[in-house]
């Protein structure tokens, strides 16, 4: 599960920098990286896109299942981890 959890985290963190690259620089790395220009789109980097979307909503789902954990067990697992 951790391997998942990293590769999800590396994705999103791939779509927020192009993503701010987009805001700040107009440049798309990802359509940079498959020969495209600013904004076009082909398979692999839909590919990418939708990646990187299915690693956000996995993030989401994640956040909101540690949400409902109950309060004792997370704190159980931090002080437990400290040690």
Known sequence: MK???RLAGLLVIVGAL??????????????????L??????????IVYGLVGLAAAYGVGSLL??????????????ASASH
């Open 65 to 78: 299942a540690r949400r409902q954990q109950p309060a004792h067990g997370r704190a159980a697992t931090h």
């Open 18 to 35: 192009n993503w701010g690259l987009v805001a700040v620089a107009k440049f798309d790395l990802v359509a940079t990286v498959f020969g």
């Open 3 to 5: 391997n998942l959890d």
């Open 37 to 46: 220009d600013f904004g076009q789109t082909n398979a692999a980097s839909r």
